[in-house]
């Protein structure tokens, strides 16, 4: 494992890896539940040595990541496939298109990378319960992999959340906690829960090793396409986290000499979940106050990994863009349709996004794109019935299958 030391992204102080957990101690005292997180840290690589590492030819694992692999638990997190898709290169109009997809993950998300890395933190603790909260892939994941390691998960997570999803984190023998209240509502309360009873707090952004969980699927990225750096990568956005990975993947892999320039970000948010993209655009943070969409996985009022995912589409300079529950929907079916994909709505919101950039001027046609598929679609079976109609059964003879075909639009 390359050495590090945990930095702070607002005041720049390093910690050893053993001094802290969350927060930075000094920023983090100004945060209250309500707004984005302060003080959020990030794993600072010492550079020397991973330039060494990344030329010795040691593995992504051992040079990239910043827990020991010893610790890893015995489960197949990412490695996802990536594949080129002309259909749907040809129904937008763009000329190299390719899909990064992580709903092959165990539990159907990108979220396993975070659970997988935070869960091997708490190996390499001793620690034996881990608590998040989630709208509830991050919860379905967490109960997955710690289901694997044999630990404990105790998920916060609306009550509202698709059904699916809790039937996942409920079956993996998580105990799940549902919220009478919104999904910044149950990460507030996951927040008292350890810090008053205890064990590892999963959350999103506030457990550093969230951030270097999801950027695995950066590293993966520039790998499977032959080691070069695609033009743009669309992510979907909800607390901006996988956004704030993936491009620390790419920060990592220049840092180390492997690569010159970062791939543009493109984030996509949904119209009233826009907390992100707002701030992208203006400069001035405010929190989307009803942030209602279909695509659940991206719905947050306060995200709260605002500052960095800020970052990395400025730095990286990419871009953000918004679209409509009914973009999302027509996407998911589009996406379906032209590539054999199936993916919940947040994740679809990759194919209305790049849509919206190639109109907007955004993204070149010529250029090569990647959207990354985050989430099956088997995790929100309503929105996906939402968008198309069951026939009416026909009685089990040829002539009435006949007279079905004869009369079904096509
Ligand atoms: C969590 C999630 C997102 C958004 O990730 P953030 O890190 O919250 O921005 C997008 N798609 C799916 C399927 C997710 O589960
Ligand atoms: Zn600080």
Redesign the pocket.
């Known amino acids: 494992m390359t050495p590090f030391v945990y930095r702070c992204t607002l005041c720049g102080r390093t910690y050893a890896r053993d001094e802290v957990s969350y927060l930075c101690p000094a920023c983090g005292v100004e945060y209250h539940p309500g707004m984005p997180l302060r003080g959020v840290l990030e794993v600072a690589f010492d550079r020397e040595a991973l330039c060494r590492s990344a030329n010795e030819g040691a593995s992504d694992a051992e040079t990239f990541i910043p827990v020991e692999q010893e610790y890893f638990p015995v489960f197949p997190v990412g490695q996802t496939p990536f594949l080129a898709v002309p259909r749907l290169a040809h129904e937008l109009g763009c000329s190299h298109l390719h899909v990064k997809n992580d709903a092959s993950n165990p539990s159907g ?3 396993d990378r975070a659970s997988f890395l935070v869960v091997a933190e708490a190996l390499r603790l001793g620690e034996r319960k881990i608590a998040a909260a989630s ?4 919860a379905s994941a967490l109960a997955a992999v710690c289901a694997a390691a044999g630990l404990d998960a105790i998920i916060f997570v609306p009550a509202s959340a698709p059904r699916p999803k809790l039937a996942q984190m409920l079956l993996y023998g998580a105990t799940v906690v549902p919220v009478d209240g919104t999904y910044d509502d149950a990460f507030a309360l996951s927040l008292r829960y350890t810090a008053e009873e205890g064990g590892v707090n999963r959350n ?2 506030y457990h550093p090793l969230t951030i270097e969980g ?1 950027k695995t699927a950066g590293l993966e990225i520039f790998r499977q396409n032959r080691n070069a750096v695609p033009d743009v990568i669309v ?9 704030s ?1 993936i491009h620390k993947a790419f920060c990592d892999l220049r840092d180390a000499g492997l690569i010159e320039r970062l791939p543009r970000l493109l984030g996509v948010q949904a119209e009233r979940s826009d907390a992100i993209h707002r701030f992208v655009m203006t400069g001035t943070y405010s929190d989307a106050p009803n942030p209602i969409t279909v ?1 659940d ?2 719905s ?1 009022r306060t ?1 709260s ?1 605002a500052f960095l ?1 800020r970052r990395a589409v400025v730095d990286s300079c990419g871009a953000t863009v918004t679209v409509s529950d009914e973009q999302i929907l027509t996407a998911q079916r589009l996406l379906a349709r032209s590539t054999g994909l199936f993916a ?1 709505p ?2 679809a919101a990759t194919v209305a996004g790049l849509q919206t950039a190639l109109s907007a001027g955004i993204v070149d046609p010529h250029e090569m794109a990647v959207l990354l598929v ?2 099956h679609g088997l ?1 929100d079976v309503d929105a996906a019935m939402s968008g198309v109609t069951v026939p009416h059964p026909v009685p089990p003879d040829m002539a009435s299958v006949r007279k079905f075909l004869g009369s079904r639009p096509r």
Do not use: F, R, Y
Not at 135 to 138: E, I, K, P, W
Not at 235 to 243: E, F, K, L, Q, Y
């Open positions: 998300s990108l979220k709208t509830g892939n991050a999103t952004a999801k992510v979907p956005v909800g607390d901006g986290v996988i956004i990975g695509a996985s991206i947050v995200p990994n995912a919940e947040a994740a985050t989430g995790k």
